[in-house]
């Protein structure tokens, strides 16, 4: 089967983690998976991935020598399917895949990302995409926003991280705090500064690493200071290989007020750390309910995130190693793996191809 993956976003977010895990492990069990993005960081990863990458400028919608340029390049790839993010994709790859009778799937990552608009109407009557979902709380909000859609439309399968191959071996002394979300409004990184600076006034030791670029970082980064935190936060800017400073750290922060199913608190899971987070999204889907009590309320002020961490500094070295291993082990449950497997039984059912596990590909 030959997929080609197609993303016009400017940021990296979750769906661009998502497609390179996903394409790497298809071209594992014996499928092709080309990329599409802008030039930049996304295109440059997946070729140092080992994949097939092209980058390009999108332009306006509809625009027809792109929409010209994605049908040549679909027939000269003998492309069986092709996966896009957001509506500048649909309606240009999405367009000439039609066109060519090629199947397509919409692959949303928040139930807010398609707007009930005449143009989202219209394409998605047109073109009668395939609608993939990372879990079950966007498909429910996705059918509550968009009435036309009908439930079979819509296919859930959860993301899935690969986890570390060895289990948590190390407490740091003092701990290590860390976030790798955007550095948008809606992620909350303002609440978990301002419970940090409680903590240190306190006296508790910690430092907490910041992974990311985003809107409002000159904002934080003046907070920052004005909290007296610069001696315990760093900032790393945008990277390509965020677990590697994953597994620096002992605990995960996500402190956002607006979430599918974050990738970065799967690829913490992954890594063995403790996370604590605000529940909104799919989170429950993927939380071990052992773990309940770092499961904060949807309107959890700054002086909770306060509490929880305190406790967390309070708590002997190897009950916090218990807690990574609890996260660690409860990632192993929903591995990229067996996501990949599911979306390589979806993928060849929507193409009409044979999947790489009845191909004999690998599992």
Known sequence: ??????????????????????????????????????????????????????????????????ISRFMGMFRR???????????????????????????????????????????VRLMHKWVRPSILVPCEQIKIGMLQELPYL????????????????????????????????????????????????????????????????????????TLTSRLDLDDRVVWHGFQKDVRAFLRQADIFLLPSRNEGLPNTLLEAMAEGLICLARDVGGVTECWPAAANRLLLPRNAASDTFANALKELLQTEGSLLLELKMLFWEHSRSNSRQRMTRMLDSFFSRISGAVSGEDAGGKS
């Open 77 to 119: 790839g003998k492309v069986d399917l092709v996966v896009v993010n957001v509506g500048k994709d649909m309606r240009s790859a999405g367009v000439a895949a039609k066109v060519l009778g090629i199947p397509v799937v919409h692959r949303v990552g928040l139930a807010g990302d398609m707007l009930n608009t005449w143009k």
């Open 150 to 221: 009908r439930p079979e439309e819509v296919t859930v399968i959860l993301t899935g991280k690969e986890p570390a191959p060895e289990p948590p071996t190390t407490v740091h002394s003092p701990l290590r705090f860390i976030s790798t979300s955007q550095l948008n409004a809606d992620k909350g990184h303002k609440d978990v500064l301002e419970a940090l600076a409680v903590l240190k006034k306190l006296g508790y030791d910690f430092s907490y690493d910041i992974v990311g670029t985003g809107r409002i970082e000159a904002e934080l980064k």
């Open 1 to 66: 089967m030959n997929i080609c993956f197609v993303n016009s976003t400017n940021k990296w977010g979750g769906v661009k983690s998502w497609t390179l895990d996903v394409a790497c492990g298809l071209t594992k069990r014996g499928h092709h998976a080309v990329i599409v993005g802008r030039p930049g960081p996304f295109v440059d990863k997946a070729r140092e991935m080992g994949l097939e990458a092209l980058g390009i400028s999108f332009g306006p919608d509809f625009n027809p020598l792109l």
